[in-house]
Nanobody, 124 residues
Framework: VQLQASGGGLVQAGGSLRLSCAAS????????MGWFRQAPGKERESVAA????????YYTDSVKDRFTISRDNAKNTVYLQMNGLKPEDTAVYYC??????????????????WGQGTEVTVSS
C-alpha cells in the first residue's frame, strides 16, 4: 500500500488543521492506520491509531480531547482533525498502515507502510 499525507501548514496556537492520508490499494479497509509525528531532534512518537473498522481509536495522552482520528474506507483515506493546536504539536506528521496487534497500535515499529510526512508548524 502507498500512503500520501497532506494538510499540514502553519497555524497559530489554538487553531485547527485537518490532515489527510490517502492510500492506494484495494485492501485499505483491512489495515490499522496510525498517525505519528517527529519534532526536530526528537524521536518519532505516536499520536493516534484507528482499527480497520473505525470502532476503536487510540490517542497519546498529550492529544486526547484535542485530536480526532477517523477513516473513510470508501475513499481509502484516514484523517486527523487537530484542534486547539499548541506550539509543542509542531512536527512532521506521518501516517502509517499495518497489522499491529492491539498492544502495539501505538508502536511505530509495528507498522509496515509509511507516508512521506506533512509538516505542521504551530506559532505561539
Amino acid at each position: 500500500v502507498q500512503l500520501q499525507a497532506s494538510g499540514g501548514g502553519l497555524v497559530q496556537a489554538g487553531g485547527s488543521l485537518r490532515l489527510s492520508c490517502a492510500a492506494s490499494g484495494r485492501t485499505f479497509n483491512s489495515y490499522v492506520m496510525g498517525w505519528f509525528r517527529q519534532a526536530p531532534g526528537k524521536e518519532r512518537e505516536s499520536v493516534a491509531a484507528i482499527r480497520w473498522s473505525g470502532d476503536r481509536k487510540y490517542y497519546t495522552d498529550s492529544v486526547k480531547d484535542r485530536f480526532t482520528i477517523s477513516r473513510d474506507n470508501a475513499k481509502n483515506t484516514v484523517y486527523l482533525q487537530m484542534n486547539g493546536l499548541k506550539p509543542e504539536d509542531t512536527a512532521v506528521y506521518y501516517c502509517a498502515a499495518g497489522f499491529p496487534a492491539t498492544p502495539q497500535f501505538m508502536d511505530p515499529k509495528a507498522y509496515s507502510y509509511w507516508g512521506q510526512g506533512t509538516e505542521v508548524t504551530v506559532s505561539s
